[in-house]
């Protein structure tokens, strides 16, 4: 198997999650900074020009969800469970991409990804509007996760990997995380994972 990856957000679940269930996975950086992922040869793995991508066994897969799932099913772990936690998981994963990413991923790319890349400045009305709305989904969360270890039922999920990625950027992407405490716990129960805290390869400077 191959993962074709770059040190940003939505590759980091990918990475953690194929880390985390030490399957046998070659890691491919992708320069961002250099355009790799806009060549013919990246576009022809996948049209989005994004990554993260996995390369197995003749079949190419894109989008970050999609690959936990399929490393979890692959590797015969309850991470994509098969009873009726499935729908739950499903709905977390749909909830992060349509309600909660949204808004988190804006702030990680005013306040990391603009500087990073060059980009210009932050944009004061994205990062007002960006911040309502992970306040308003963040006590969605914060609510459900009340006595929970994890999202749903009692053990590790890609549901998990998924809600949870901009969370170890919250200093740098300025999430308004301070009147979340059962957030920040969920957070701090998953840095107990080595694959969470160092998902990356060594990726080549941008």
């Not at 197995?56 to 009873?83: F, H, Q, V």
């Not at 909830?95 to 005013?110: I, K, R, S, V």
């Not at 960006?130 to 914060?142: D, I, K, M, N, S």
Request: glycine residues 6%; charged residues 25%; hydrophobic residues 45%.
């Amino acid at each position: 198997m191959k993962l074709y990856f770059s040190d940003t957000l939505n590759p980091r679940k990918a990475c953690a999650v194929a880390k985390y269930l030490n399957l046998p996975v070659k890691f491919v950086g992708i320069d961002l900074g250099k355009g790799e992922h806009l060549t013919p040869e990246f576009r022809a793995m996948n049209p989005n020009a994004k990554v993260p991508v996995l390369v197995d066994a003749g079949k190419t897969l894109w989008e970050s969800n999609a690959i936990m799932c399929y490393l979890a099913e692959k590797a015969g772990s309850d991470l994509w469970p098969r009873d009726e936690r499935q729908i739950e998981v499903m709905r977390w994963l749909m909830w992060d991409t349509t309600e909660f990413a949204p808004q988190a991923g804006t702030l990680y790319f005013e306040h990391i990804i603009k500087p990073r890349f060059g980009m210009g400045e932050p944009d004061p009305a994205e990062i007002q509007k960006a911040t309502q709305g992970f306040l308003r989904y963040a006590a969605v969360l914060e609510a459900h996760l009340h006595g929970r270890r994890y999202l749903v039922g009692e053990a590790l999920s890609v549901a998990d990997f998924a809600v949870a990625i901009t969370l170890p950027y919250a200093k740098e992407a300025r999430l308004p995380l301070d009147d979340f405490p059962e957030i920040r716990r969920w957070h701090a129960g998953l840095n107990a994972l080595e694959a969470w805290r160092e998902p990356f390869p060594t990726m080549p400077a941008v």
